[in-house]
């Protein structure tokens, strides 16, 4: 039996328990729910997660801004970049339970590097959902509640895998990593990316991202880690 999805009042009343947020406008918190797979819908939250993303990254970006005074242009976007990342939308997603309330294709949901990003999208366009239902501070308030705790988890700033990966495969193979598209999946404006490196003498290794660049670091990550160049998530 399909999954009976809250609606309406019901739904707004999910959604501030987890947002801190009561929607005035119910049909905007319905689109931002809403995947573009969904069957029997004429909307979809593509448009809204356009604009969460960048609502995220504006919120984000001064929050580190502040938070990290002496720290370096380089350094604000390595961070910035890991705390607006698809994989760090959908497990905010995941942990307050709104995978749940999303309208999407069984198939996409099944589907593990689609089900990521239904995940994100949806979080992104809540953002620009309590954005557009009631101004920047509640959403800035929403972001700050999720993500400002992990940016002060980060305490030391990740090496870039690509950069890493490139080193070693000069220290151990005297050469250069080579990168090659193996998949891209999704719509224009979200696309999904497998890309996987080769290094010579070594078994290639893969990874996905939202972008080619960052599906090229997760790919150089998997290596790493598969090599023992880094022992941990934390390198």
């Not at 406008?25 to 029997?40: K, P």
């Not at 960048?54 to 720290?71: H, Q």
């Not at 939308?89 to 589907?111: F, K």
């Not at 999704?186 to 960052?214: C, I, M, N, Q």
Request: charged share 25%.
């Amino acid at each position: 039996m399909p999954l009976k999805r809250p609606t309406g009042e019901a739904l707004a009343s999910e959604l501030a328990a987890v947002t801190g947020h009561v929607f005035r406008d119910f049909s905007l918190m319905q689109r931002a729910l809403t995947h573009s797979s969904a069957r029997g819908k004429s909307y979809d939250n593509e448009r809204l997660e356009f604009l969460g993303d960048r609502v995220l990254g504006l919120v984000v970006t001064e929050m580190l801004f502040k938070a990290y005074p002496e720290a370096t242009q380089g350094e604000l976007a390595v961070r910035l970049s890991a705390l607006v990342s698809g994989a760090m939308c959908a497990e905010i997603a995941e942990q307050i339970g709104l995978s749940p309330l999303i309208h999407a294709d069984s198939g996409v949901r099944q589907a593990k590097g689609k089900a990521r990003n239904v995940r994100a999208d949806a979080i992104e366009a809540v953002i620009a959902a309590i954005y557009l239902d009631a101004g920047l501070e509640p959403a800035r308030t929403f972001v700050l509640r999720y993500w400002e705790p992990r940016s002060q988890a980060v305490i030391k700033v990740p090496r870039d895998p690509k950069t890493e990966l490139q080193e070693w495969a000069h220290q151990a193979a005297q050469a250069s990593p080579a990168y090659r598209i193996d998949l891209r999946d999704g719509p224009d404006h979200d696309p999904l990316f497998t890309v996987s490196v080769a290094v010579a003498g070594y078994p290639p290794s893969s990874g996905t991202g939202r972008s080619k660049r960052e599906a090229e670091q997760s790919a150089a990550a998997a290596m790493l880690r598969r090599e023992g160049v880094w022992t941990d998530e934390g390198n």
